[in-house]
């Protein structure tokens, strides 16, 4: 039996198995595809969420106090430096947030929600022009 394919794009459902909505054109995708991605996402969010928050957690001291030896360690860059790039991992983290909540969504619903997937490309481009700004500061 052939499962439901749906189209992101205009919503078209069908239970044929088709690889290409015939609306529109777009890539129909089966409720367990959509959920497979769902897990990926999840698994991404939490690892990056985990990842950068253990990082900035354990460097940000070093960062706010730029010149003083804090646990052995010592940033010898400027406080607004620091600031900065702890700004590229609080984005980073919400980024891995949104990605996980996207994920659990898929997951449970088996569609993919627009607003969502614009929010995660959002906060992309806000990594993306952060890191570029850091890299600026950094004189790189």
């Known amino acids: 039996m052939d499962e439901l394919r749906r189209c992101d794009k205009c ?12 609306k ?16 990926v996402l999840l698994a991404i969010g939490l690892f990056l969420v985990g990842l950068m928050g253990t990082i900035t957690y354990h460097v940000a001291p070093t960062m706010l106090h730029p010149g003083v030896l804090i646990d052995g360690s010592k940033f010898t860059g400027t ?22 909540v996207m994920g659990l969504s898929q997951i449970r619903t088996g569609r993919r929600n627009k607003w ?19 890299m600026q500061a950094l004189g790189g």
Do not use: K
Not at 14 to 21: D, F, G, K, Y
């Open 79 to 100: 406080v607004e430096q620091g600031m900065l790039a702890l700004r590229l991992f609080g984005i980073v983290i919400a980024f891995g947030f949104a990605s996980g």
């Open 116 to 134: 969502m997937l614009y929010c995660l490309i959002g906060l992309l481009v806000l990594v993306l022009l952060t890191a570029g700004q850091l």
């Open 24 to 39: 529109c054109g777009a890539r129909l995708l089966s409720i367990r595809m959509i959920r497979r991605l769902g897990w």
């Open 11 to 22: 919503s078209y459902e069908t239970l044929e198995a088709l690889p290409l909505c015939p």
